[in-house]
């Protein structure tokens, strides 16, 4: 396959700016040594060199459906980018632990998959920011659930309903920002309607790729527990959440029966 | 330049919304419209000649101008050369409208600027920084200021 790489070399020269840049000790395939090169990131792409003033540029990296991982055992400060089976591992050697913490961290919101989860995050919460200083009366009528009943489904200390409703969004969020490496995964579990609607040209090469099971991201993930409680409560607060709206129709004709029957 | 590439074709084969079969050209002065599958993964669009499993290329879609040049026909030029353009011929006015759409939200670039004005925003209305929740808001890439701000050298190689 060829790659246009005068694209993405003027890419790389362009005047936006670099995202990360530094030296790392790449390890070679072939004899398992360790070589220093210059590194370049930007956007989704790692580049590299032998040295920053060189004009020639040895290679590049395509930062998309790869795990970062922390891997200690035959360097220090050590890290890699591991692609999946049958496919590439790259690794790398920092001189310190703050270099490589900070490659890391720098890697793993590299990816186009994150910054597209986090910009429809972020696009959502501007959305609820700007309704919630506009006309309170149109916003409160959805977020405003019950707040005993968010009392209940989160036990958190009376937070406010929009609050909670932010909290509860922001937790599979991050769950879902905390895993970047497996979008497929995070699909099945989102609202539909957070997604593009599908293109009726959709004439996919091949079926998506085999899932290859929950790599071990980088350190501990403090968001495992929330995650789990998160989808427990989320699939509860979405029924709680139909259930009100139609019950709300069916309020007219019957003025007493309660809002939410939680079963 | 060495590349990625069993990984590039693999994401090549992900499911994508956009992926239709046009009419393609090269820049260059006597290139021909060929049938191609046009596929947009990421930032990257990717051809391919029908039924065949690996891509011929993948066009970076950073830095480029995406423009209508009528009713079915789109363009894309690179390098700043705006006489050198790829031609992607389509089956109607709403398919072309929709893949210039989609090229153009695909960048990188254009989503960084997304982002920065959703952070900006919400940080103005709600007087909080949306990506501290994520433990990212020093990270370079999400800078408001990005171009005007002094990125931190690494000193490992002083």
Redesign the interface.
Known sequence: ???????????LS??????????LYKKKERNATYQRRWFVLK???LFYQERPADRH??????L???AVRRAESDAQFAFSLV?GP???T?RFA???RQ?QE?WV??LL?????Y??L??RD??R??EE??Q??GSGESCSSVTALKPSTYSFLFTAQGPTTAAVVREGR?HSA?TV?QAPSIPTKVVAKKSPKLW?R??A?????????PLYGEWPLVGFDPLEDFRKLHDYYGQEVKKAREEWLRSRQAEEERSDEDLIDLG | ?????????????????????LGMRGPKKGDVVKKR?V?LV???LFY?RTDE????????L???RVEREDSQTFSIA???EAERKYLFECDSEE?CG?WVDSIIKAS??F??K??IF??T??HR??GKD?LE??G?SD????QVS??LQL?S??T??L
């Not at chain 1, 040209?201 to 790729?209: I, Q």
């Not at chain 2, 994401?11 to 239709?20: D, G, I, N, T, V």
């Not at chain 2, 499993?53 to 970076?60: Q, R, T, V, W």
């Not at chain 2, 990270?139 to 999400?142: A, H, M, Q, S, Y």
């Open positions: 396959m060829k790659l246009h790489e005068k694209i993405l070399t003027h890419y362009c005047t936006s700016p670099v995202d990360k840049e530094g030296y956007a989704n792409l540029l040895l290679g590049v990296i395509v998309e459906r790869c692609f049958g496919l590439k790259y920092a001189v310190d270099t900070s961290k720098a919101s590299a990816s186009h998959c910054l597209s986090l910009v972020l696009g919460q501007y920011a700007k919630q200083q922001s991050s920002l593009p599908r293109n040209y959709v004439t996919p090469l091949n079926g998506p790729a | 330049m060495r590349f990625n590439e069993k990984e590039l074709v693999s994401l090549s084969r992900q499911p994508s919304e956009m992926a239709a079969e599958l596929k990421v930032n990257f391919f499993e690996e891509p011929i290329g993948a066009l970076l950073e830095q480029c690179f390098l700043d398919q929709e990188y670039e989503m960084r997304n982002l959703y952070r925003e919400i209305l709600t949306p929740q994520y990212i990270e370079t890439r999400f990005n171009g990125m050298r690494d490992s190689s």
